[in-house]
């Protein structure tokens, strides 16, 4: 054999991965850690929010529950249950309104967490006088 050729009994050596023109070795490893450290807050984030939204319709519906219980309550002249009903939900605050043979209650509140500067407003309309 000569000195150029090659024993083809004989193993190829390995090369650690790609090799461009005069440089060394391209290394891929960590590439994926790197990825996953870059992703992983994203996903948090979007979670945190999907959370944060579920919390806020949350607390919109117990609100809303609130001014129809209350508004129904005044409709009967009801005032105690009125009370009471808006009592249940802490941090809110409410107006009635008595229009056109309707009572009407605002309730004003925020929702916890990343969207508590979020204002919520919802009204429950009932007809005056229990008709």
């Known amino acids: 054999m000569g000195r150029g050729a090659a024993d083809p009994d004989r193993p190829r050596p390995r090369r650690a991965g790609p090799v461009t023109a005069g440089r060394a070795p391209v290394d891929d490893r960590g590439s994926v850690t790197v990825e996953f450290a870059v992703a ?52 809110a605050t409410s107006r009635v309104r008595h229009v056109d043979g309707l009572v009407c209650v605002e309730v004003h509140g925020a929702s916890a967490g990343p969207f508590a500067l979020v204002p919520l407003h919802v009204t429950g309309c009932a007809a005056e006088g229990g008709q």
């Open 40 to 91: 992983l807050p994203l996903v948090a984030l979007v979670l945190v929010s999907l959370v944060a939204g579920v919390v806020l319709v949350d607390r919109v519906g117990r609100l809303q529950a609130v001014a129809g219980a209350a508004s129904r309550a005044l409709g009967r002249g009801d005032e105690s249950a009125a009370d009471a009903a808006l009592a249940a939900v802490a941090g």
